[in-house]
C-alpha cells in the first residue's frame, strides 16, 4: 500500500480527540443559545455520568418542553377568538388547556417525560373535541379544525411510543367522522350526497393516516439511528478503556521490569538486603514477590555464615585460653564475643585447670 493508505493509530485517535473536541466546544455553543434558560426551566436535568437511558430521557424532556411551550404561546394566541366566539364553551376550555399545560411543566421537570406526554396529548385532544362539539352548527370553515387535530398525533408520535400515533389518528379519525356525520350544518356546509360527505371526509382522514405513517416511520428510522449512535458510542468508550488498561499495563510492567532489574543488581553487588518494592496490583508482583522471598533467605543465610565464622574464631580462641591458663597454671580468662560460646566461656572463666 502506498503512504496515503497507512494506518496511524495515533493520528486516528488525534483526529477522533479534534472532533470530540470540536463537537463539545460546538454543544456548548448551542447550549448558550436562546433556550437554555428555557430547558433549565422546563426540561429534566443530565445526570453526571449519564447512561444511553438518561440521555434519551432528557433528549425526550426537552423535546416536550419546546412543545409545551409552543401548546402555550398557541393557547395564548387563541384568547381573542375565545373571547369574541359564539361559543361560550370556548373561553373555559382553552383556559383549562393552558392552565393543565402549566401544570404538565411540572412532569416534564421532574423527568416524567412519558406522563407528560400522555397527559398532554389528552389535554390537547380533549380541547378539539370539546371545542368542535360545544360550538355552532358545523360550516364550512369549521373544516379546520380537523386539519389541526394532527397537532395530537405530531406530539405522541415525539415524546410516546411510536407506536401510539395509530391510537392517536383512530381518536382523530372518530372525532372528524362523528363531528361530520352527526352534528348540525348550517347554510354554507350543504352535505346531501354521499358524494359530498365522501368529499368532507376524504381530506382530513387521509391527512390524519398520512401524517400518522411518515411520522411514524420517520421515528422509528431516528430511533434505530440513535441505538446504532449509542452502540457505536458504547463500543468506543469500550475500546478507549480498553486501550487506557493497556497503556496501564504497559506503564506497571515497565515500572517493574525496572524495579526488579535495579534489585538484581543490587543482589548482584552483595546488597542481599535489597527488595523490589512492587504492589500487589502490579502484574509483575508474584516474580517481584519470589525474587523478595529469595533474597531475604539469601540474606539470613549471609548472617548465618558470618555467625558461624565468628562462633568459629570463637572457639579457636577459647582453646587458646584453655591452653595457656593450662600451660601457665592461672585461671582462665576468656572475655564475652556476643557469640554462641559465651555461655561456655562464663563458666570456664576464673577456674583452674588440674594436671592429670
Known amino acids: 500500500m502506498g503512504t496515503g493508505a497507512s494506518f496511524s493509530p495515533n493520528g486516528d485517535k488525534f483526529q477522533n480527540a479534534r472532533k470530540s473536541s470540536l463537537w463539545n466546544e460546538q454543544d456548548t455553543g448551542s447550549s448558550k443559545g436562546l433556550l ?18 438518561d440521555r434519551e430521557r432528557v433528549r425526550a424532556g426537552r ?9 402555550f404561546c398557541f393557547g395564548l394566541a387563541q384568547l381573542p377568538n375565545a373571547l369574541t366566539s359564539t361559543n361560550h364553551f370556548f373561553l373555559v376550555i382553552l383556559l383549562v388547556a393552558i392552565a393543565m399545560i402549566i401544570g404538565i411543566f411540572i412532569f416534564n421537570r421532574r423527568g416524567q417525560v412519558i406522563a407528560a406526554g400522555i397527559v398532554l396529548v389528552i389535554v390537547v385532544e380533549a380541547a378539539f373535541i370539546l371545542i368542535g362539539i360545544t360550538g355552532r352548527p358545523l360550516a364550512a370553515g369549521s373544516l379546520t379544525i380537523f386539519y389541526l387535530v394532527v397537532v395530537t398525533e405530531l406530539i405522541a408520535v415525539s415524546l410516546l411510543p411510536p407506536r401510539s400515533v395509530f391510537l392517536v389518528a383512530f381518536c382523530n379519525a372518530a372525532f372528524t367522522c362523528g363531528t361530520i ?12 350526497t354521499s358524494t359530498n360527505y365522501y368529499s368532507a371526509l376524504a381530506s ?9 405513517l411518515v411520522m411514524y416511520l420517520w421515528v422509528q428510522g431516528a430511533r434505530q439511528a440513535i441505538e446504532r449512535a449509542e452502540r457505536v458510542a458504547a463500543l468506543e468508550r469500550a475500546l478507549a478503556e480498553r486501550d487506557r488498561e493497556v497503556a496501564e499495563q504497559k506503564q506497571q510492567l515497565d515500572q517493574g521490569i525496572q524495579h526488579i532489574l535495579q534489585t538484581h543488581i543490587q543482589a548482584a553487588n552483595g546488597n542481599f538486603s535489597a527488595r523490589a518494592p512492587l504492589a500487589k496490583e502490579n502484574v509483575l508482583w508474584q516474580v517481584a514477590y519470589g525474587l523478595n522471598n529469595l533474597l531475604a533467605r539469601l540474606q539470613r543465610a549471609t548472617q548465618f555464615e558470618h555467625e558461624l565464622q565468628r562462633t568459629e574464631g ?10 595457656r591458663a593450662k600451660t601457665m597454671r592461672r585461671p582462665i580468662q576468656v572475655p564475652k564475643s556476643g557469640t ?3 555461655p561456655l566461656a562464663q563458666e570456664l572463666t576464673g577456674n583452674y585447670l588440674n594436671q592429670p
Open 36 to 53: 437554555e434558560w428555557w430547558y433549565k426551566l422546563a426540561a429534566p436535568e443530565e445526570p453526571q455520568n449519564a447512561t444511553p437511558q
Open 63 to 71: 423535546l416536550s418542553s419546546i412543545m409545551l411551550l409552543i401548546m
Open 204 to 212: 382530513p382522514l387521509a391527512l390524519q393516516l398520512i401524517v400518522a
Open 181 to 192: 356525520l352527526f352534528k348540525p350544518h348550517d347554510a354554507t356546509l350543504v352535505l346531501v
Open 340 to 342: 554462641l560460646l559465651d
Open 314 to 323: 570463637e572457639a579457636v580462641r577459647l582453646v587458646d585460653a584453655v591452653r
